[in-house]
């Protein structure tokens, strides 16, 4: 192994040992970072690049073995990731397992049994296995050409460098000082500066630019609601202040004598509205030299509300995306989100005045849509919410006294639904969380985009009563659409039902599409499904699609193999959350049932139908082959009754 020089992944998985030390923190790399590096893999073969670097790989020599400083956490997942292919397309990549985990025997163990390409079970290595099977999950989400040519181009057009340090040197101080080094500054850092000095350049008055460094500002702090950063009057008699001029703030209609107000989104000529002061002039001088600065939001009396602590579902990076393209009219068919094309896509070079102005406008508006209309999710339990509980919020005025005399004081809470019906709000949270669960990836957001944008355009029209029904529908055309793209389970604008076989990469998206339909259709199913609560149901993050009755059954319990054709029918599949799929292994479905019963009620609807006939029929197998196959059309049709009414009300 020449160091210092490039190797192909082929050179590296074939050639030397290496170790991982003790010392070294579990694998780590997550759903988010796997599927990164599989879209970037497949955007350099699509755009016809023979090479991809994927960094350094820092070791030092051990004996007969290398030994990981550096580059562990890409190694592993570029193993997985082959791994995953070679056993899902029966395919060879991998002849040996040239990587070895120091003191972790569990590990080790672990990686030979998906070299051997064995079934999980809960004594496998537990990040191992949820990383493995984030991996098949991203495999099956792409058809299997590609997934071919990616295994190809992973092997023989990726490089990684090989750096290794002197053997006398103290690893252990090494890595100490290798992994506390600077952070460095984030995209979004480097095109606000790079705005503001443009800005500086063209002569805008200070105070403007000042203006526009606490927008980005607000909406950098990205799950803290935006208004937050503006200063509010204190009590009801005072002259309004920045917060409600600059976010329309009238009295609420539909609240006569609780003294509540609302604000408003289709905000305008914000620069005159909002205030800065002194202290902003060293703050800019510091963003202006690639400084941070850190923001506060304005103290609500010291009370911190109850839905403070939760998580958006896309990054600040991710967003300023959004936010250029409605700038500029893009349309959804030429969006990315690609956060390491960021820089070059804000082209700041070629940006004047005016267009920046206007793009901090328009964030200010987009971030302030996105904290009332767009879900999160609950990272605590709280009077109003459990912990991961996906909620809409819409932030409101309050004028109150805890006193029967004196003055009314302004409050801003965020507890309301943002829609009036409760039913349309819960339906608009499903719907989005439906998206959400699905496409986990940033990259793949473009459902998100394209109801900012519809959210965006119809600022206007956010507080009528009926704007809820509106997005619901918008909401429910764009699940339609998704499901009959034929990437997906659509030809020729209809559901193709070979497309939902196991065998010829039913997506993800499948499953959650159908489990919203069946909740559509709850009122009428649950007169045969009286025990499934259809009216808890929420989406979580279920991306391992599993067999009912199971690949590989236990012979020696008498269970045979199920025919392929019924065996990989949409009838016999379900999906679970990965870290469950141990517990699924090769045991039958009556087995599956008895062990799981207690928990069906947190399960896809469909797995919790197929748990009732399971009990219904006293098993599932091939004696009850027409009624699996009869419960495959059963579902098909509810989808395509779905799909026809929604295209008639369009």
Not at 27 to 35: C, K, L
Request: aromatic share 12%; charged share 25%.
């Amino acid at each position: 192994m020449e160091i210092n020089k490039p190797l192909s992944m082929q050179e590296l998985l074939n050639n030397e040992k290496f170790s991982i030390p003790l010392y070294q923190r579990n694998f780590s790399w997550t759903y988010e970072e796997i599927s990164q590096l599989t879209i970037d893999i497949l955007d350099n073969i699509k755009d016809g690049k023979n090479k991809y670097y994927i960094g350094t790989l820092v070791i030092c020599k051990k004996a007969s073995t290398y030994s990981i400083i550096d580059g562990q956490q890409r190694l592993t997942a570029i193993i997985l990731l082959l791994l995953a292919i070679q056993n899902n397309l029966s395919k060879n990549y991998i002849n040996d397992i040239n990587l070895h985990f120091t003191a972790r025997a569990k590990s080790n163990k672990t990686l030979q049994n998906l070299l051997d390409n064995k079934q999980l079970t809960k004594d496998d290595d537990v990040d191992l296995s949820r990383g493995y099977n984030d991996c098949l999950s991203i495999i099956r989400e792409n058809n299997n050409n590609d997934i071919i040519h990616l295994a190809s181009f992973l092997l023989n057009n990726t490089y990684i460098f090989i750096n290794e340090i002197p053997s006398k040197t103290d690893v252990n101080l090494y890595f100490e000082r290798f992994n506390s080094r600077g952070e460095q500054l984030e995209y979004h850092e480097i095109i606000k500066a790079e705005l503001m000095q443009k800005l500086v350049d063209e002569n805008t008055p200070m105070e403007t630019v000042q203006k526009f460094a606490k927008i980005w500002d607000t909406c950098s702090v990205f799950e803290t609601p935006c208004i937050r950063f503006f200063t509010k009057k204190k009590k009801n008699a005072d002259q309004d202040n920045e917060r409600e001029t600059v976010f329309n703030c009238t009295y609420d209609d539909y609240s006569p004598g609780k003294c509540s107000y609302k604000y408003g989104y289709a905000l305008t000529d914000i620069y005159n509205k909002i205030a800065v002061n002194n202290e902003n002039k060293k703050n800019l001088l510091n963003y202006l030299k690639n400084e941070r600065v850190s923001v506060r939001a304005e103290d609500e009396n010291s009370k911190v509300d109850e839905n403070d602590n939760y998580r958006c579902i896309i990054n600040f990076n991710t967003f300023l995306f959004y936010v250029l393209y409605i700038t500029e009219n893009t349309t959804v068919e030429k969006t990315h989100f690609d956060d390491k094309k960021l820089l070059k896509d804000f082209n700041v070079s070629n940006k004047n005045c005016d267009w920046i102005l206007r793009f901090g406008e328009n964030l200010l508006k987009a971030k302030f849509i996105f904290d009332n209309f767009i879900i999160r999710r609950s990272l605590e339990t709280t009077q109003r919410l459990s912990t991961d509980q996906w909620f809409l919020h819409k932030s409101y005025r309050v004028d109150s006294n805890d006193k029967r005399r004196g003055h009314l004081y302004v409050q801003t809470r965020f507890d309301k639904n943002s829609f009036t019906s409760e039913e349309i709000n819960n339906e608009v949270i499903l719907l989005q969380s439906m998206f959400a669960t699905t496409f986990t990836s940033y990259k793949d957001t473009k459902w998100l985009f394209s109801t900012l944008s519809f959210l965006f355009d119809n600022a206007t029209k956010l507080n009528e009563y009926s704007f809820g029904e509106t997005l619901r529908k918008f909401l429910q055309t764009m699940a339609v659409d998704f499901a009959l793209d034929e990437t997906r389970i659509g030809t020729g604008g209809k559901i193709d039902n070979q497309k939902m076989r196991y065998n010829n990469g039913v997506p993800v998206y499948t499953f959650n599409f159908v489990d919203y339909v069946l909740w559509k259709n709850r009122n009428v199913l649950s007169k045969t499904f009286g025990s499934i609560p259809f009216d808890k149901f929420t989406f979580t993050y279920r991306r391992s699609i599993e067999h009912w009755y199971p690949q590989h059954p236990d012979k020696t319990l008498g269970y045979k193999k199920m025919a392929d054709e019924l065996l990989h029918s949409f009838g016999n599949l379900c999906i679970i959350v990965a870290s469950q799929n141990s517990s699924f292994g090769n045991l039958n479905p009556i087995a599956k049932y008895d062990q799981w019963q207690i928990r069906f009620s947190e399960q896809s609807l469909k797995l919790q139908m197929m748990a009732h006939y399971t009990k219904d029929m006293g098993g599932w197998n091939e004696s009850n082959k027409d009624k699996i196959i009869e419960f495959e059309k059963q579902i098909i049709l509810l989808i395509n009754n779905f799909i026809g009414n929604v295209k008639q009300s369009i």
